[in-house]
């Protein structure tokens, strides 16, 4: 069974941190991995990764592969009121010919204090 | 252009009862899947469609079951409804797969009693 999990589940700073989020994916037929944030009910789209050791940036935002490891992870710096939220890293994969299904972790919840 | 739509945003029903919940895709997006998400469990696939097509499914039971139209308006049924059942049920659209991205709904908040 394709598997996600998410670290740390929750996590508390002050404005202008840095922090790592962590996830590792046991999956078969590993087609991409996407992180979300999720404010309040839609999950909004942040990156989506397919291939090891290529950064993605926006902003302050930024994320990494690591498909021989099976894990990712998103970094935020300087961080402000407005991050906090559920940060939701979730695998895409194949179930054989070109059908797809996202397992997503448990998400890690961060709350950035002023 | 217009997002995902999810209707109806809350819906109470009690222990027996069934529910439909809505979903319509963005314009030109073929690919519609279902989500359950809890406190407990996080987010969870259900199913998806493709050209009215089930082309996958979670693991939840037969009470789950869903549809999708020609315009690709999609929707999910439960049956027989549990406590259990309460959660927020998200719906994601896509062209097809990630590589097109997959937009989220606001989602429906069912609450079961």
């Known amino acids: 069974e394709d598997k996600v999990v998410q670290s740390p589940l929750s996590l508390v700073v002050h404005e202008g941190d840095t922090v790592t989020l962590n996830c590792s994916y046991e999956v078969t037929n590993f087609r991409s991995l996407l992180w979300y944030k999720q404010e309040k009910k839609a999950p909004t789209f942040l990156f989506m990764l397919?291939?090891?050791?290529i950064e993605k940036k926006s902003g302050r935002l930024s994320s990494i592969l690591d498909k021989k490891e099976l894990f990712s992870i998103l970094n935020i710096t300087a961080t402000q009121t407005g991050d906090s939220a559920v940060y939701l890293c979730?695998?895409?994969?194949?179930?054989?010919?070109?059908?797809?299904?996202?397992?997503f972790g448990k998400g890690t919840l961060l709350t950035v204090n002023p | 252009k217009a997002g995902v739509t999810q209707t109806p945003r809350y819906l109470i029903k009690t222990r027996g009862q069934q529910v439909t919940l809505s979903c319509s895709p963005i314009s030109g997006h073929r690919s519609v899947s279902w989500y359950q998400q809890t406190p407990g469990q996080g987010l969870q696939f259900l199913f998806e469609?493709?050209?009215?097509?089930?082309?996958n499914k979670g693991n939840f039971p037969g009470r789950f079951s869903g549809r999708q139209f020609s315009n690709s308006r999609s929707e999910m049924n439960v049956s027989t409804l549990e406590l259990g059942d309460s959660a927020l049920y998200l719906c994601a659209s896509s062209q097809n797969g990630a590589n097109y991205g997959y937009t989220f709904g606001s989602g429906t908040r069912l609450t079961v009693v």
């Open positions: 469609y493709f050209s009215e097509t089930q082309r």
């Open positions: 979730a695998v895409e994969a194949t179930g054989g010919g070109s059908n797809y299904k996202l397992t």
């Open positions: 397919t291939s090891s050791g």
